[in-house]
């Protein structure tokens, strides 16, 4: 039961506690609150922690792990993923540090990559010819990391199963780009923004999909905002870089661009608006720049349409919750129930 400072308020005005007892629970209870929800300090060292060694074990050991070869690679990442297992299952049954036991948690799934890879080269078996060293893993799409992929999906999802921490999502979702394996090795330009756009649909797909299961069953936590994030990114980078040069083209980016800003509002995700609104001020900039081009007018008209923009957006604040209602009451009830609330 959430209780609100109005609610106590009216308590105090039917004499049903003091004024004084009013504002000492208000403040016991937002404090409590605050130190629950709120930022922490601590949680920041944790991920700043985490991110460190996951870094370390990965994007910046290329040539220490040339020089430890296979089996010194798979040796290490298995001793590593058992001992944060371990600290971190300990740390997670404690309370007040279940984001340290999490965060260890997923350093261990992130070990996954490291341990395949070093497998891999020991037994000299790769799905396809060999992929690079394994740093490349983090920079080049290749069919050669399938295995990699598929094991830190199912390490992730194993450890999701035991440890309900939003934060593993998200080598899970990273690990989900398995096209280049059904497409092949081919990196033609082309073939990559498609790639990008058809990944990143999937991908929004299965976090509208997980969004929905969460909230069916009532779950605080948000586990699909990784998907959102990575999903949306890379569709809209992906449909950003398909450009034809081709008017139609552009009318159809912007259609699509405005299509994400509307999904945004729907499902109250701003990852949608943001890339929505950076897509629909780029092609009103191209039309700008087409009418005014190599005229002193230009910036002038760009700065008004951003200005434009930003007066859009003081609306849009000021009658948020109406024309969220009027958005939703346009969807038919067969989709609308699917939407957040």
Not at 28 to 34: I, M, V
Not at 163 to 172: C, D, G, Q, R
Not at 254 to 264: D, E, Q, R
């Amino acid at each position: 039961m959430n209780i609100t400072n109005k609610e106590i308020e009216e308590a105090v005005s039917q004499n049903i506690i003091t004024q004084e007892q009013g504002e000492r629970l208000w403040h016991l209870w937002s404090g409590k609150e605050e130190r629950k929800n709120g930022f922490q300090i601590s949680h920041l060292a944790y991920y700043v922690g985490a991110l460190i060694v996951i870094s370390a074990m990965g994007w910046f050991m290329d040539t220490a792990w040339e020089v430890l070869g296979g089996m010194g690679m798979f040796s290490i990442a298995v001793l590593y993923a058992c001992c944060f297992v371990f600290v971190g299952r300990r740390l997670w049954e404690k309370e007040g540090l279940k984001v340290a036991g999490g965060l260890l948690i997923v350093m261990a799934v992130c070990m996954t990559p490291l341990a395949i890879f070093g497998l891999e080269r020991t037994l000299g078996w790769w799905p396809q010819s060999y992929p690079g060293h394994y740093l490349d893993h983090y920079e080049w799409m290749r069919g050669g990391w399938i295995w990699i992929e598929l094991g830190t999906i199912l390490s992730a999802s194993l450890a999701l199963r035991f440890f309900k921490f939003p934060f593993l999502t998200a080598p899970l979702f990273f690990s989900l780009y398995l096209t280049p394996f059904f497409f092949g090795t081919g990196s033609e330009w082309t073939n990559v923004r498609w790639m990008s756009l058809l990944f990143g649909l999937v991908m929004m797909i299965l976090a509208f999909l997980t969004d929905y299961y969460c909230r069916k069953h009532s779950y605080k936590e948000d586990y699909a905002f990784w998907g959102y994030l990575f999903g949306t990114s890379v569709f809209w980078l992906g449909l950003t870089l398909l450009d034809s040069n081709q008017e139609w083209s552009k009318i159809l980016y912007c259609l699509i661009n405005v299509i994400l800003l509307i999904a945004g509002v729907l499902l109250q995700r701003k990852i949608f608006l943001v890339c929505g609104a950076i897509g629909v001020n780029g092609y009103i900039g191209h039309l700008a720049y087409r009418v005014f081009n190599h005229s002193i007018l230009f910036p002038f008209v760009l700065s008004f349409a951003g200005i434009g923009i930003i007066y859009i957006g003081i609306l849009y604040n000021r009658n948020q919750l109406k024309i969220e209602e009027y958005i939703k009451n346009k969807v038919p009830e067969a989709i609308r129930k699917f939407l957040p609330k």
